[in-house]
């Protein structure tokens, strides 16, 4: 990927503690039926470090979806 070029997710970024938020619920579904996982900023940001991108901001939406923003690190 270009260093100049940003990645965008459109993903629903799961607020921290006992905050309500539909992606909640879809994280407990996605758990036991798929084995996967809704994610907090702080574990996207880890994961992309991983993949070699950092993340730069998350952008909320007027849905239950955010927009994750990384560019290449």
């Not at 990645?7 to 970024?13: G, P, W, Y």
């Not at 996207?44 to 991108?53: C, E, P, Q, V």
Request: charged residues 20%; neutral net charge; hydrophobic residues 45%.
């Amino acid at each position: 990927m270009n260093p100049a070029r940003r990645l965008l997710l459109v993903e629903m970024v799961l607020p921290l503690g006992d905050t309500p938020h539909p992606g909640k619920m879809l994280d407990m579904t996605m758990l036991v039926s798929m084995g996967g996982q809704e994610r907090t900023e702080v574990e996207y940001g880890s994961l992309l470090t991983k993949a070699g991108f950092r993340l730069t901001r998350v952008v909320p939406t007027s849905s239950a979806a955010s927009i994750v923003e990384a560019v290449v690190a």
